[in-house]
Nanobody, 128 residues
Framework: QVQLVESGGGLVQFGGSLRLSCAASGIWFGSYAMGWFRQAPGKEREFVATIKRGGRMTDYLDSVKGRFTISRDDAKNTVYLQMNSLKPEDTAVYYC?????????????????????WGQGTQVTVSS
């Protein structure tokens, strides 16, 4: 029933941009905090960005601040990750995730274990 479907990944040159999308179905989208994680070859999955219900509060991994922007469109049940000034170290599989039952007064969600649903991932490769 619940599905998160990512799109927008691909190959981009150093300094280029990509916009990832994650379309959700089977959930009351507006009641979920959303997040993006990534996993590079030989490394653990790491937090990239999160956005609370309502879309007014966001947070990011330090290394992507100023380059990446997370946003959401509740009317479309979709969360986005705009990635600018991409670097080779951004190369990874990017995963969309949804966390249910979170109030905006609660802390940001940075841990994979906080999220209830996951997409299959989309590959982002940045050439040098």
């Amino acid at each position: 029933q619940v599905q998160l479907v990512e799109s927008g990944g691909g190959l981009v040159q150093f300094g280029g941009s990509l916009r990832l999308s994650c379309a959700a179905s089977g959930i009351w989208f507006g009641s979920y905090a959303m997040g993006w994680f990534r996993q590079a070859p030989g490394k653990e999955r790491e937090f990239v960005a999160t956005i609370k219900r309502g879309g007014r509060m966001t947070d990011y991994l330090d290394s992507v601040k100023g380059r990446f922007t997370i946003s959401r469109d509740d009317a479309k049940n979709t969360v986005y990750l705009q990635m600018n000034s991409l670097k080779p170290e951004d190369t990874a599989v990017y995963y969309c995730a949804a966390a249910k039952g979170r109030s905006v007064i609660m802390s940001f969600l940075y841990s994979s274990s906080d999220y209830d649903y996951w997409g299959q991932g989309t590959q982002v490769t940045v050439s040098s």
